[in-house]
T-cell receptor
Framework: NAGVMQNPRHLVRRRGQEARLRCSPMKGHSHVYWYRQLPEEGLKFMVYLQKENIIDESGMPKERFSAEFPKEGPSILRIQQVVRGDSAAYFC?????????????FGPGTRLLVL | GESVGLHLPTLSVQEGDNSIINCAYSNSASDYFIWYKQESGKGPQFIIDIRSNMDKRQGQRVTVLLNKTVKHLSLQIAATQPGDSAVYFCAEDIQGAQKLVFGQGTRLTINP
C-alpha cells in the first residue's frame, strides 16, 4: 500500500512565478492536510480538505495561497507570485475519515526554493 | 504563540541507553497527542499517540506518558539505537479539529 505521495520533491521558482504542489493521499483516505515547515522549526498547519470541500483554511495566508482537492486527481497547493519567504518544506498528510482520532500520515514533502 | 513546546532542543544519548524526550503544552482543551519522528529530508513518521483519557501508552520500544495536571508529555525510547537519530516532534489536536499543532522539535543524536 503506497503511502502519501507528493511531487515534485524539489521545486525552484523565481520571485513572481507560480508554484504548484501536488499530493496524492494514501489509498482509502479521503482527508488531506497541508503543513509548512521552515528550517529548524515544527510544522505549521495550513489547510484541511476533503474531496471538493475545504474544511479548515485558518492557517492559509490570505493572499496568493490556495488549495483544492478535486473529485478526481491529487490535492493541489498553489502559491501565486512567490516570494523568498515562501521558501520552505511543504508537507501533505492524509487520514481515512473524520470522526474520532484519525492518525495523519505524512508524505515526503516538497522543498520549495524561491530565488 | 505555540501551545506545544519542548524543554530541550537537542539530546545526546549513548547507544543502548534509554532516551526521554519531553514536551509541554499549554492548551487544556487539547485531548489528543502524537509523537512523530522526522529524519533528515523526510516527512514526519508516526510513532505513537495517546488520548487525554489515558496517562500511559506503550508501543514497541516506545512509551508515551501524559501528565494532564502539569500539561506535560514525554516520549521514552528504550535501548536507543543509531536508527533512532532524528528530530522528534510532539503534536496536539484540540477536540478533533484535525489541525495538529506541532512543537519545535528535539534533535536526538546517538553516541556509539
Amino acid at each position: 500500500n503506497a503511502g502519501v505521495m507528493q511531487n515534485p520533491r524539489h521545486l525552484v521558482r523565481r520571485r513572481g512565478q507560480e508554484a504548484r504542489l501536488r499530493c496524492s493521499p494514501m489509498k482509502g483516505h479521503s482527508h488531506v492536510y497541508w503543513y509548512r515547515q521552515l528550517p529548524e522549526e515544527g510544522l505549521k498547519f495550513m489547510v484541511y480538505l476533503q474531496k471538493e470541500n475545504i474544511i479548515d483554511e485558518s492557517g492559509m495566508p490570505k493572499e496568493r495561497f490556495s488549495a483544492e482537492f478535486p473529485k478526481e486527481g491529487p490535492s493541489i497547493l498553489r502559491i501565486q507570485q512567490v516570494v523568498r519567504g515562501d521558501s520552505a518544506a511543504y508537507f501533505c498528510a492524509s487520514s481515512p475519515r473524520q470522526g474520532g482520532r484519525e492518525t495523519q500520515y505524512f508524505g515526503p514533502g516538497t522543498r520549495l526554493l524561491v530565488l | 504563540g505555540e501551545s506545544v513546546g519542548l524543554h530541550l532542543p537537542t539530546l545526546s544519548v549513548q547507544e543502548g541507553d534509554n532516551s526521554i524526550i519531553n514536551c509541554a503544552y499549554s492548551n487544556s482543551a487539547s485531548d489528543y497527542f502524537i509523537w512523530y519522528k522526522q529524519e533528515s529530508g523526510k516527512g514526519p513518521q508516526f510513532i505513537i499517540d495517546i488520548r487525554s483519557n489515558m496517562d500511559k501508552r506503550q508501543g514497541q520500544r516506545v512509551t508515551v506518558l501524559l501528565n494532564k495536571t502539569v500539561k506535560h508529555l514525554s516520549l521514552q525510547i528504550a535501548a536507543t539505537q543509531p536508527g533512532d537519530s532524528a528530530v522528534y516532534f510532539c503534536a496536539e489536536d484540540i477536540q478533533g479539529a484535525q489541525k495538529l499543532v506541532f512543537g519545535q522539535g528535539t534533535r536526538l543524536t546517538i553516541n556509539p
